[in-house]
Nanobody, 119 residues
Framework: QVQLVASGGGSVQAGGSLRLSCVASTFTYRRYCMAWFRQAPGKEREVVAAIDRDGSTTYADSVKGRFTISQHNVNTLYLQMSSLKPEDTAMYYC??????????????WGQGTQVTVSS
C-alpha cells in the first residue's frame, strides 16, 4: 500500500505560480508511474502530467510549456505551475501506477490540494 500526501495548493492571481508537492510513503522513483490529475467542478477528472519509470514525461496540451513535473529524492513528486490561468482552477491529485504509465489503472491516490486562480 502506498500513501500519497499532496500539498502546495492555494489561491493566486492569473499569471502567478505555484508548486505542488506529493510525498509518498514508499520508494517511488523509477518504480512507479507518477502523475498529477485535476478535476474542476462539473468536469471530468483529467491527467495533467505524468512521469514514467524511465523518466519520460507527458503533459496535457492545455498545460504544455507552463507546467513541469519532476521527482526529487526517492519519494517526492512536484508539479511546478507557471503562467497560471483561471481555467487551471481545480482540485489537483497525485497518483501512482505500478508499472509503466497508462498500462493499467492508477493504483494509489493522494487526497487532493485545491488550486484557485483568479483573473
Amino acid at each position: 500500500q502506498v500513501q500519497l500526501v499532496a500539498s502546495g495548493g492555494g489561491s493566486v492571481q492569473a499569471g502567478g505560480s505555484l508548486r505542488l508537492s506529493c510525498v509518498a510513503s514508499t520508494f517511488t522513483y523509477r518504480r512507479y508511474c507518477m502523475a498529477w490529475f485535476r478535476q474542476a467542478p462539473g468536469k471530468e477528472r483529467e491527467v495533467v502530467a505524468a512521469i514514467d519509470r524511465d523518466g519520460s514525461t507527458t503533459y496535457a496540451d492545455s498545460v504544455k510549456g507552463r507546467f513541469t513535473i519532476s521527482q526529487h529524492n526517492v519519494n517526492t513528486l512536484y508539479l511546478q505551475m507557471s503562467s497560471l490561468k483561471p481555467e487551471d482552477t481545480a482540485m489537483y491529485y497525485c497518483a501512482a501506477e505500478r508499472g509503466d504509465c497508462y498500462t493499467g489503472p492508477f493504483d494509489y491516490w493522494g487526497q487532493g490540494t485545491q488550486v484557485t486562480v483568479s483573473s
